[in-house]
């Protein structure tokens, strides 16, 4: 395989040679639709995608950890005989760094290693390559040094590694879907229970059309946390009157439309966006399961409007992007994916349109932007596996 002798040839220019390596990747993901749901208890639907790490490491005799970035062609060494700490001047090490630190803290012996590893994942655009970069580490470092553990428990420590050593407080999806994955499916998540299905996506003659903007507002962080606490301040509202509800998983649009005169118009907004958001994966996985996918093209739509009107993540360039393509035949359903503010689209159109996508969405959008828009066809691929 290609990806296997281009890690062994980048491998080997940094440490001698590549006998005895142990080759991984783990995919990056697209959520098809369940967005600002996963922390609030609710439902998402990812697939991984044909872009991911590709990890190749060894053991060492002693307590060295020395890891290659292909793509940035730097290295960094640290011991395990201290404790491992946070790296300021190579960011990209922290994913590792993190993983290998949540993996001593579940009281897991490691070893030194030798690591090189590169990626295929467009970076900081809502495709989880930082996910990709824990999980393929986990299972690398798994293998390694010979301890397993259930996906489940391995998606949690890669979360964790990100959670509390990277300090970005994601939720479970990204981990989850990178290492359950599966070829031809999407994933089916309860965030609450971590419960999952996998739903076979028979898309026929369409495609999963992935489309970054090109774009990165720097809202994001403050943003989210503040939707996080409008959330929370809406639970509050509606479980004064129904007690059952602990998160907004929990309610019904009925139940929200009760409490609307308690609340901010803002905070409805954003708790209306999140209970239809959770309806519609459900009637979503509904509509791929009748092979309807008019219907799921249209639940893609929604969430677009819903994300953009009541949730306010979006932009004026993302909002672009979905109308030119909703303008387009053969496009069943467009919408943001990812956490907001620029990063991508998704988009489910047939295959024989995808020509036309890039002269009538891409090259319209270069005249209005002035930005390159990336056009990516997904197909579901499997989560994390050992290639060798
Ligand atoms: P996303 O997960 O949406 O791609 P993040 O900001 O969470 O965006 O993660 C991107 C970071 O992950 C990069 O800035 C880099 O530090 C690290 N990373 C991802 N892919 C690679 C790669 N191929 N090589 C080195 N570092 C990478
Ligand atoms: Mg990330």
């Known amino acids: 395989m290609e990806s296997i002798i281009r890690l062994q040839q980048g491998f080997s220019q940094v440490f001698g040679d590549a006998d005895g390596l142990t080759v991984v990747r783990a995919p990056g993901r697209v959520n ?7 922390y609030n208890d609710g439902f998402v639907f990812p697939m991984a995608i044909n872009f991911d790490i590709v990890m ?9 950890v020395r890891i290659y970035s292909l793509d940035y062609q730097r290295t960094v060494e640290f011991s395990l005989s201290e404790p491992i700490t946070y790296d300021d001047q190579e960011q990209w090490s922290n994913y590792l760094r993190g993983v290998l630190w949540a993996v ?20 900081g655009s809502g495709l989880s390559s930082s996910a990709a970069l824990e999980v393929a580490t986990a299972v690398l470092v798994q293998r390694l040094c010979g301890w397993t553990l259930p996906p489940r428990e391995l998606a949690l420590l ?11 407080k994601c939720g479970i999806m990204d981990q989850f879907i990178s ?13 609450r229970t971590l419960d999952y299905e996998r739903i076979p996506l028979e898309l026929g003659e369409y495609r999963i059309l992935v489309c970054h903007s090109g774009v990165k507002h720097s809202l994001v962080d403050s943003a989210y946390n503040r939707r996080r606490q409008e959330c929370e301040t809406g639970v509050r509202i509606l479980a004064t009157e129904y007690p059952t509800v602990k998160a907004l998983r929990d309610a019904d649009l009925t139940m929200l439309a009760a409490c609307r005169d308690r609340m901010e118009p803002v905070v409805y907004k954003r708790c209306h966006h999140v209970i239809a958001e959770n309806a519609r994966v459900i009637k979503s996985i509904k509509a791929l399961k009748a092979g309807d996918l008019v219907a799921f093209g249209q639940f893609l739509n929604q969430s677009h409007a819903s994300l953009r009107d009541d949730y306010e993540v979006s932009c004026p360039e993302v909002d672009l992007l979905v109308e030119l393509a909703g303008q387009l ?8 994916t990812g ?3 620029g990063g991508c689209t998704v988009n489910l159109i047939h295959a024989g349109a995808v020509e036309a996508f890039n002269e009538r969405v891409v090259r319209v959008y270069q005249e209005k932007t002035g930005i390159e828009a990336q056009v990516y066809i997904s197909t579901a691929a499997n989560g994390a596996e050992i290639l060798n």
Request: aromatic share 8%; glycine share 18%; proline share 1%.
């Open 32 to 38: 098809l639709i369940g967005e600002h749901t996963d």
């Open 158 to 168: 890669c979360q964790k590694a990100e959670n509390d050593f990277v300090g970005m």
């Open 339 to 341: 956490g907001g503010f």
């Open 179 to 191: 290492v359950l994955g599966q070829k031809d499916h999407a994933l089916f998540i309860d965030c």
């Open 104 to 123: 001593q803290r579940a009281g897991i012996d490691l070893g030194g290693m030798e690591i090189a590893f590169f990626g295929t994942i467009p970076q």
């Open 56 to 64: 190749g490491g060894r053991r060492r005799s002693d307590q060295q």
């Open 329 to 336: 035949d053969g496009v069943l359903g467009a919408r943001i």
